[in-house]
């Protein structure tokens, strides 16, 4: 003899058309106002400054150029030489910070996960 367990939540219903039109809308704006600054950076990466400061200002960039990135990693001579030596040694740091970060979230995560998974829940 088998024994179900018994559903003890509220009852679902289906959404009206409208709701799923507006639930819709409201996640795809969201989600559009999180990854659009990452956008932006990178058409701005990838300008010309002249482009960027043109007027009718078009987000697809008529010329695309690395040259910033040259700079940055110090493949280019330019004005601010020193202040793209200082830009390379803080992304180094920031991937020192996330490595041990990301390792003992692991470690905490993991032990915590085997710790639920072998607690006898009712």
Excluded: C
């Excluded at 809308?25 to 990452?38: C, D, K």
């Excluded at 110090?74 to 793209?84: I, M, N, S, T």
């Excluded at 490595?99 to 006898?120: D, H, K, Q």
Aim: positive net charge; without cysteine; charged residues 15%.
């Amino acid at each position: 003899m088998t024994i179900r367990a018994r559903y003890r939540g509220g009852n679902y219903r289906r959404r009206s058309a409208g709701s799923r039109i507006v639930l819709y809308v409201t996640v795809a704006a969201v989600a559009l106002w999180l990854v659009a600054p990452f956008g932006w950076l990178f058409v701005t990466s990838v300008s010309y400054q002249r482009n960027l400061l043109a007027r009718p200002f078009r987000l697809v960039p008529p010329e695309v150029t690395l040259d910033n990135y040259r700079m940055i990693l110090g493949l280019v001579r330019f004005h601010a030489e020193g202040q793209a030596g200082k830009i390379l040694a803080s992304m180094w740091n920031s991937l020192v910070v996330a490595l041990v970060v990301t390792g003992v979230n692991l470690a905490a995560g993991t032990t915590a996960g085997y710790a639920y998974a072998r607690f006898a829940f009712r």
